[in-house]
């Protein structure tokens, strides 16, 4: 006997695992790599030169290192950022993911990273967001938006 009442159950567990499938997904989607920080002058800027309307509001922006920078192209592309580690214990702020606009390529910038090649160089302010301010290289999480 095919009693409907029966079959709810089977689509709850079918759309509870379809749900926990996209949530999968969804986490798996952001890449591993570094960050450093790097403090003003900000400008000029590769992508913008002097053009400080570029930069968003909330100082949320950063440097592309080589692998992102995609020859400019990366220019005014956003990302969710994320801290995972650091080699200190206790230097994430956890839980916290910002959105930053890539605004400069971190082998241009006019002020220096505090720690060369990582994936993204990010303002101090956004630095400070996620992680202690006196580290100068953390571990991340990203994901372009
Ligand atoms: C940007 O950085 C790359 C390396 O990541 C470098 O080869 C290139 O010359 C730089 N371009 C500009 C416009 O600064
Ligand atoms: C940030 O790191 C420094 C150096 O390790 C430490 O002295 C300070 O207490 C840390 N600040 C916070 C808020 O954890």
Not at 8 to 15: M, S, T
Not at 36 to 54: E, I, K, R, V
Not at 119 to 136: G, K, R
Request: aromatic share 8%; proline share 4%.
């Amino acid at each position: 006997m095919c009693n409907p009442h029966l079959s709810l159950p089977i689509q709850w567990k079918l759309l509870l695992l379809f749900f926990s499938l996209t949530q999968l997904l969804h986490f798996s989607h952001g890449d591993v790599g570094t960050a450093s920080q790097y403090d003003p002058p900000y400008l000029p800027t590769a992508c913008y030169g002097d053009d400080s309307s570029q930069f968003p509001d909330n100082n949320l922006f950063g440097a592309a290192g080589e692998g992102i920078w995609d020859n400019g192209a990366s220019c005014g592309r956003q990302y969710l950022v994320s801290c995972l580690s650091a080699s200190e214990k206790g230097t994430c702020v956890d839980g916290v993911t910002i959105q930053i606009k890539i605004v400069e390529n971190a082998s241009s910038a006019v002020s220096q990273a505090s720690s060369s090649g990582t994936t993204i160089v990010l303002s101090a302010t956004a630095f400070a967001s996620i992680a202690n301010s006196t580290a100068s290289k953390i571990n991340i999480e990203f994901q372009q938006v």
